[in-house]
């Protein structure tokens, strides 16, 4: 099966509302999603209470857009194609496609189905899109090879853009001893 069956009821869920049975509480917000029953988004108290041993993700947000942590949803979905960002020290993706200003001249990659400009070779900017493209064309999948539950060997360079390496650590030093201009004569 190309696509999981709860997918586009993922994509298509509103998150970040109020829960209605603990909206009082302080993590009251709904940003959890159940893949096993792909009902309605739910917060952190009904995951304990009605989905304890189901297939749970968290959704974040991310400027106004709902964002999936990579480490969660590659181990249940393919999202290779799909461009990923680094978030407070997170790698996530978008799940939908997102508004974008105008394209600049000379952008290098974008992607197929919104035409956003993407920051790296990937084929589509979230998965709403290669959803899209997957439907659409065919030439995609979000099934994990092998046993469904690891990613293949060697995937980990096709979805994350290899890392720079730091600075040395003298280049960003601001400080030191005074250099004091010459004394004129």
């Known amino acids: 099966m190309p696509v ?5 009821s993922l994509l298509s869920t509103a998150f970040f509302t109020v829960c209605r049975t603990h909206g009082d509480a302080a993590r009251g917000e709904c940003n959890m999603y159940c893949l096993d029953c792909q009902g309605d988004a739910f917060c952190y108290y009904c995951r304990s209470s009605k989905h304890k041993d189901h297939q749970v993700i968290q959704i974040r947000r991310s400027s106004y857009h709902d964002v999936v942590r990579v480490s969660e949803i590659q181990k249940v979905l393919d999202i290779s194609g799909v461009q990923t ?4 020290s997170a790698r996530v993706l ?3 496609e997102r508004p974008q200003p105008k394209s600049g001249k000379g952008v290098a990659h974008l992607c197929e189905i919104c035409s956003r400009s993407l920051l790296d070779p990937f084929r589509f ?3 709403g899109c290669k959803l899209v493209g997957v439907k659409r064309n065919g030439n995609a999948s ?3 090879d092998g046993r469904g539950e690891e990613l293949r060997e060697g995937t980990q360079q096709d979805i994350y853009p290899p890392t720079p390496s730091p600075p040395p650590s003298n280049a960003r030093r601001r400080k030191g001893i005074p250099h004091r201009a010459p004394f004129g004569s």
């Open 85 to 88: 960002y680094v978030i407070n």
């Open 142 to 144: 979000f099934a994990i």
């Open 125 to 127: 900017c979230s998965l």
């Open 4 to 8: 999981p069956p709860w997918l586009e």
């Open 94 to 96: 978008f799940l939908n």
